[in-house]
């Protein structure tokens, strides 16, 4: 896949360029060369609405963070953008560290919060095609209601996948791959431990997406590995919720 750039498709060459591109870009976008983005950490309220050809060349992320790291409410985070309405295409990328996302309330307030490696969310006319992500570390989410307990209607959780936390609208993955050496992992749990109060917290994660939450997302040619015995560990892909609302699948959460 590796050849001369498009006549009007701009270069990347180092992490900045593709930090600059990615993050808010529109246009068409080639890689030159494997890159390492050290330092990563993570994109909330950002879209990528161009196209990224990767060229067959490698995305190594390695986010930063030495420990937990806190987030907002109701919102959509990717490692590398928070939202994907474009291409991303022929490209490897590989996690090497240990993201641990972590986010609590002390309102009793409802939210839920979607995450995944390359994106939060998934927008309508996303494609991902020939992509393959291979997860030697480990990404984990773990949402906590630390009110009083007395909220009695909505919820709060947090769904996360491989690809992306959510997918919306008209969505496309094709031709591609997850490989989990490591683990995805979310949780969420009232710190209280007060299950009958009907505040619903929920855990969704899939290898590929969290959910789908709305339209439809059309897979075709994809699959799913495990380490280099083929095995996909007992936890490597978990759902944990003490309400019971846990959802966990090789390709989608729920």
């Known amino acids: 896949l590796n050849g001369a750039p498009a006549a009007h498709a701009a270069t990347i060459s180092n992490a900045s360029e ?9 246009g068409t976008y080639e890689l030159t060369t ?18 990224l050809d990767g060229k067959g060349y490698t995305i190594t992320l390695s986010t930063g963070y030495s420990g937990t790291t806190s987030t907002g409410d109701n919102v959509s985070i990717g490692l590398m953008v ?44 996303a494609v991902i095609d020939n992509v393959h992500l291979t997860v030697n570390g480990s990404i984990s989410y773990y949402a906590e209601d630390k009110g009083s307990g007395l909220l009695e209607k909505g919820g709060y ?6 690809f992306a936390g959510r997918s919306q609208g008209s969505a496309t993955i094709r031709n591609s791959s997850v490989t989990v050496n490591g683990a995805i992992h979310g949780k969420a749990e009232d710190y ?7 505040t619903s917290s929920r855990a ?10 709305s339209g439809t997302l059309t897979m075709t040619d994809n699959a799913l590995f495990g380490d280099s015995n083929g095995a996909i560990g ?11 609302s846990d959802r966990a699948g090789g390709v989608v959460g729920v």
């Open 204 to 213: 969704h994660t899939g290898g590929f997406v969290g959910e789908i939450e």
């Open 18 to 26: 593709l930090s600059s591109a990615i993050r808010g870009g529109s």
């Open 192 to 198: 209280h431990g007060n299950n009958d109060e009907g």
């Open 157 to 162: 959780g947090i769904i996360l996948g491989g």
């Open 34 to 51: 494997n890159i390492t983005w050290s330092g990563c950490g993570r994109n909330e309220g950002n879209t990528f609405s161009g196209t």
């Open 234 to 244: 007992s936890g490597a892909i978990k759902s944990e919720s003490d309400h019971k």
């Open 82 to 125: 928070s939202n994907l309405k474009g291409t991303i295409k022929n490209v490897n990328i590989v996690l090497t560290d240990n993201p641990y996302l972590y986010q609590y309330t002390a309102k009793d307030t409802n939210y839920t919060n979607w995450c995944g490696i390359i994106a939060g969310t998934l927008q309508s006319g």
